[in-house]
C-alpha cells in the first residue's frame, strides 16, 4: 500500500478556570494552547516503518515483516475497536520490552504509535513509511502534548487510509475536517491517551482535536462554538509535582474541613461559569476593558481559591507577585503545586511590557512564552509553510 506524504498538527491544551474543583463535580474550562505539535508522514519503498522523535530523543525503525507478525493478535470484531484492545496492548509491550511497570515517554509513544499504525492499515497491505514528530509543547508540563501527540497520529493515519478526506485545497496553507471527521480523529487519539495515561478524561485529546475552548462536567464534554482568540504568557516554573497527590491533598481537606471546602468548591465553579459567559459576549458584543476587567478579577480570585485548597506553591507565588508588578494576573493551570501558569494580556499590552515581563520570570529560572489561547484544532498543514520549523528543529538538535 502507498501513502500520501502529509503533515498535520494539533494545539496544546491548558485549564483555565476549575482544576480539581472537575474532580468533585464542578465546571471546567479547557482550553487549546497556540503552542502546536506537528507531525509528517512520508511514504517510503525500502520497507520500514521509522518514528522521529527529537523532542524526547527517540528514533525508532522496524523491518514491515516484523509488525506483520503482530496482526494476528488484531480484533476482527468491530464492536471492539472502540475500545483499547487489551491483548494487542500486551503484545506491544512484549514486542518493544517493556511488560513490567510503568512505561517512560519514549516507550508511552512507540506503544501509542504502534497500536494506532497496526488498528488502522494491519487488516491490509501495510504501508513503509516515516513519521517524523517535533512541538512546541514542553513534555511533562500538563500541557496536552501527549494528546496533541495522539491526535496527530490519528488524523494523519485517517487521512492515509483514507478513513477521513484530506481538507487542504492546493491554495490553502491550512485545513479543516468536517464535524464528523473530527469525531473519529478524537475517538481514535483517545485510544492513544489511554495507552500512555491509563485513565484519561478524554479533556486533553478533544481540545486537540476541535481546538478553542471546551466546557468539562461530570465526565461531559462540550466544545463551544465560539470563543476570542486572548494573548497570555504561559510560564513553567519547572517544578516537578504529582498529580496524583495534589488530587489526594484536596480530597483530604475536603472530607475534614467540607462546610469551609465545599463552598469554595462551589465558588471555583461559579467563576468557570462566569468567565464563560463573559467569553460568549466578547463573541457577539464589541470587546471593552470591563469584559477584560473581569476576566482579570476572575483569575485573581480563582488563584487565592486554589492556595487555599492546598495546590498552591511558592513559585507560583513568585510568578503572580513578579507579574502584578507589572500590572498582570496570573494563576496557575493545570495540577499545580509547581508546574505551570498562565497570564492574560489585554489587547493594549506593549511589547516592552511583555518582554520585561518575560526576561523577570526567566531570570527566576522559569521558561515563559508569549502565545495566545482559543485557537484552532488539528488541522492539515502546507509542508512549504511548515518545513522551515522542521529544519530549525532538526539543527537545535544536532548541536
Known amino acids: 500500500m502507498e501513502v500520501r506524504d502529509c503533515l498535520v498538527s494539533a494545539p496544546g491544551k491548558a485549564i483555565l478556570h476549575g482544576e480539581h474543583a472537575v474532580v468533585h ?40 515483516s516484523e509488525l506483520k507478525q503482530l496482526t494476528s493478535f488484531l480484533s476482527d470484531k468491530k464492536e471492539e475497536m472502540q475500545r483499547l484492545d487489551a491483548e494487542l496492548v500486551k503484545r506491544l509491550r512484549e514486542f518493544i520490552g517493556v511488560t513490567n511497570g510503568n512505561l517512560d515517554s519514549s516507550a508511552s509513544a512507540i506503544l501509542a504509535f504502534l497500536y494506532i499504525y497496526l488498528s488502522l492499515f494491519g487488516s491490509g497491505d501495510m504501508p513503509s513509511l516515516t513519521v517524523s514528530v517535533w512541538s512546541e509543547l514542553p513534555t511533562g508540563a500538563g500541557l496536552g502534548s501527549s494528546a496533541a501527540y495522539s491526535v496527530c497520529l ?34 481514535w487519539a483517545f485510544q492513544g491517551e489511554k495507552i500512555i495515561h491509563g485513565n484519561p478524561s478524554g479533556v486533553d485529546n478533544a481540545v486537540g482535536t476541535w481546538g478553542g475552548m471546551l466546557r468539562f462536567l461530570a465526565g461531559k464534554i462540550i466544545p463551544l462554538s465560539r470563543v476570542p482568540l486572548l494573548r497570555i504568557l504561559l510560564t513553567n516554573t519547572k517544578v516537578p509535582r504529582s498529580t496524583k497527590v495534589l488530587v489526594a491533598r484536596v480530597k483530604d481537606k475536603i472530607n475534614k474541613l467540607p462546610s469551609i471546602m465545599i463552598p469554595v468548591l462551589d465558588s471555583v465553579d461559579a467563576i468557570s461559569c462566569t468567565c464563560e459567559k463573559v467569553l460568549t459576549e466578547m463573541t457577539c458584543e464589541p470587546i471593552t476593558g470591563d469584559h477584560y476587567n473581569i476576566l482579570e478579577e476572575l483569575i485573581d ?99
Open 154 to 187: 490519528a488524523a494523519a493515519f485517517l487521512c492515509a487510509t483514507a478513513n477521513i478526506p484530506t481538507p487542504l485545497k492546493e491554495w490553502e496553507q491550512t485545513g479543516r475536517w468536517c464535524q464528523e471527521d473530527l469525531e473519529l480523529i478524537n475517538s
Open 25 to 64: 463535580g464542578k465546571v471546567a474550562l479547557a482550553v487549546s494552547l497556540n503552542l502546536r505539535t506537528y507531525l509528517q508522514l512520508k511514504a517510503r519503498s525500502d520497507g520500514k516503518v521509522c518514528i522521529n522523535l527529537p523532542n524526547i530523543d527517540t528514533f525508532v525503525c522496524w523491518e514491515l
Open 301 to 399: 480570585i480563582n488563584q487565592h481559591h486554589l492556595n487555599v485548597i492546598g495546590v498552591g506553591h511558592p513559585s507560583l507565588d513568585t510568578l503572580c507577585q513578579v507579574t502584578a508588578a507589572r500590572g498582570l494576573h496570573s494563576k496557575l493551570t493545570g495540577a499545580g503545586g509547581g508546574g505551570c501558569g498562565i497570564t492574560l494580556l489585554r489587547p493594549e499590552t506593549d511589547s516592552t511590557t511583555v518582554q520585561g515581563t518575560m526576561k523577570d520570570l526567566r531570570d527566576c529560572g522559569y521558561d515563559c512564552w508569549e502565545t495566545s489561547i482559543g485557537g484552532p484544532g488539528c488541522r492539515k498543514e502546507d509542508s512549504r509553510r511548515v518545513r522551515p520549523l522542521w529544519r530549525i528543529w532538526i539543527s537545535i538538535t544536532v548541536l
